[in-house]
């Protein structure tokens, strides 16, 4: 009789134990969800919200002030039917063109002599690299001014009497675009030189010492042992080079807002212009989405060669 007895306080103890613990784990829960409500709030405010609502108002009429008025797909016939969305899509398909060849190659040749050098290096890394702390107003404003016809260098150059070396820069639609490229390369490259010269840090430089013992040339230890191991963080930076050419803004808006005559129009630069200037938010949030689905479209491509490659990035 004793036994049971001592064996029902036992289970008894235990039940009470178990249920102080299972209300102490609720407390806790409670408490840890009352310490992350406030930025959860702010979180579903500021971008849940503000997300759901992008798929609904490309289908509407809104001006961004009245109540959207539902329209179907009318917004997405005109946006393709809109010469100036494929003047912006053709601009940033030449804006990533441009970044993952000129750009990155020289960030490449740049990173590797800096491998090379032994004293000053890090001298070398902050001189390339200050451009990229500036912000882009004053990176655009400064190449503003340098091909402003009548204060930059091509006002000094008429004035001494080589106009005949002029670069019209953001003047003539043609090269417009390349001009803003180039302001645009020579604030961001150097953040690439960073990169690409750590990685080859990284490198096993064992491997370079047998290809050379073994007779390969420097050609052969670029491409077959230099290269493969610098394959991650090239994947890597030409992926996020690629979706933030189709996201590009900043320069092009600074500098032009996508003019002269469209010619250095983005999708990033119209669609803001429509959903402000032009109070046509609702088609404007088209023209975004429709870019949105541009770097859904490149992240499924670069999984789908990522996966048929067996690379580990």
Do not use: C
């Not at 001014?145 to 670069?167: C, Q, T």
């Not at 064992?206 to 230099?226: C, D, M, P, T, W």
């Amino acid at each position: 009789m004793q036994t049971i007895n001592t064996n029902l306080k036992t289970s008894s103890s235990v039940i009470i134990d178990s249920n102080v613990h299972k209300k102490h784990n609720r407390k806790r829960n409670w408490m840890g969800w009352f310490f992350i409500l406030p930025g959860l709030l702010v979180h579903i405010l500021a971008v849940t919200i503000p997300a759901v609502m992008s798929f609904y108002l490309p289908f509407t009429e809104w001006n961004g002030l009245n109540t959207p008025k539902f329209i179907g797909i009318a917004n997405f016939i005109e946006a393709f039917q809109d010469s100036v969305v494929f003047t912006a899509l053709f601009n940033n398909i030449k804006w990533t063109l441009f970044w993952i060849t000129i750009p990155l190659i020289f960030a490449f040749l740049v990173a590797y002599l800096l491998r090379k050098v032994n004293k000053g290096q890090t001298l070398y890394q902050a001189t390339y690299f200050s451009t990229s702390i500036i912000t882009v107003t004053v990176a655009g404003q400064i190449w503003f001014w340098i091909y402003n016809p009548f204060s930059g260098i091509n006002f000094y150059l008429d004035k001494a009497g080589l106009g005949f070396l002029e670069v019209p820069g953001l003047t003539i639609p043609a090269i417009a675009l390349f001009s803003v490229l180039f302001a645009d390369m020579w604030k961001g490259f150097g953040t690439n030189v960073i990169w690409l010269l750590a990685a080859m840090t990284q490198t096993d430089k064992s491997l370079e010492e047998a290809a050379k013992i073994e007779g390969a040339n420097r050609y052969q230890i670029l491409r077959h042992v230099f290269l493969p191991q610098l394959r991650p963080t090239l994947t890597v930076i030409t992926l996020l080079t690629i979706l933030g050419s189709f996201g590009a803004f900043e320069m092009v808006y600074v500098m032009t807002a996508g003019g002269p005559a469209h010619s250095t129009e983005t999708l990033s630069t119209y669609y803001y212009s429509l959903s402000t200037t032009g109070r046509r938010a609702g088609y404007a949030s088209a023209v975004a989405l429709f870019q949105t689905f541009i770097a859904i479209f490149i992240i499924i491509a670069f999984a789908y060669i990522r996966k048929k490659k067996g690379w580990d990035v």
